[in-house]
């Protein structure tokens, strides 16, 4: 299989702050990500997603930015909120067969 | 109406025995997957159907063995269950594979004694 690994297994924000969640990958042939979110007692849920071809993408409080040179992927939440506590993933895929999955970060907001 | 459902929600059982997991998807999604998760969340990927067909299967022990009567149901039986069974077992749909958006259901959480 392949690794995607995260920097950081755990991350501990004031209410308000933004949070910064980073995640390395191994395979440069990776050309699709998506970050999940995972709240307790849960299946994990689709925040957003990025390609190879970007390097940055932006939803609502959550951006995605993509570094191909080091193979390096982080998401950032604005304003972070008691709700966005939980685990989040980033997958990664390679031409479009399964993806694979780092070891999750758990971000505690702390209020 | 639950997207992607799984039966049962937590499941205890004994070392040995053989036990199985539903899940249906009402999404009229093609694909669908079981992910094993461990007690480090760790998710990993275990077999993947598309319109009833078996299009991946990692690495797992024969004692798992999916079946998919038809493209909105992929249960997942386990045979001779040992204690390293024991973590939460994820169902999860996508409409058609590849990297289309996988929705995930609520998870089964199942402790071998």
């Known amino acids: 299989g392949e690794s995607v690994g995260l920097h950081l297994p755990t991350l501990s924000v004031q209410e308000g702050d933004n949070s910064i969640i980073n995640c390395a990958y191994s395979?440069?042939?990776?050309?699709?990500f998506i970050w999940y979110k995972q709240e307790s007692g849960k299946g994990p849920q689709f925040i957003i997603d990025i390609r190879s071809n970007m390097d940055k993408r932006q939803g609502q409080r959550v951006t995605v930015l993509l570094n191909k040179t080091v193979k390096h992927l982080s998401l950032q939440i604005a304003a972070t909120q008691p709700g966005d506590s939980a685990v989040y993933f980033c997958a990664e895929n390679i031409a479009g067969n399964q993806f694979y999955f780092g070891t999750g970060t758990s971000l505690t907001v702390i209020p | 109406d639950t997207a992607v459902s799984q039966t049962p929600k937590y499941l205890v059982t004994q070392m040995g025995n053989d036990k199985s997991i539903k899940c249906e998807q009402n999404?009229?999604?093609?694909?669908m997957y079981w992910y094993k998760q461990d007690s480090k969340k760790f998710l990993k990927i275990m077999f993947s159907y598309n319109n009833k067909e078996l299009i991946i299967n990692e690495t797992v022990p024969n004692r798992f063995s999916p079946k998919s009567p038809d493209k909105a149901h992929l249960n997942l039986h386990i045979n001779s269950l040992e204690l390293g069974d024991s973590a939460v077992y994820f169902c999860?749909?996508?409409?058609?594979?590849?990297?289309?958006?996988?929705?995930f259901g609520p998870g089964t959480r199942l402790l071998v004694l």
């Open positions: 395979n440069s042939a990776s050309d699709y």
């Open positions: 999404l009229g999604h093609d694909t």
């Open positions: 999860a749909s996508s409409h058609r594979g590849g990297t289309e958006t996988q929705y």
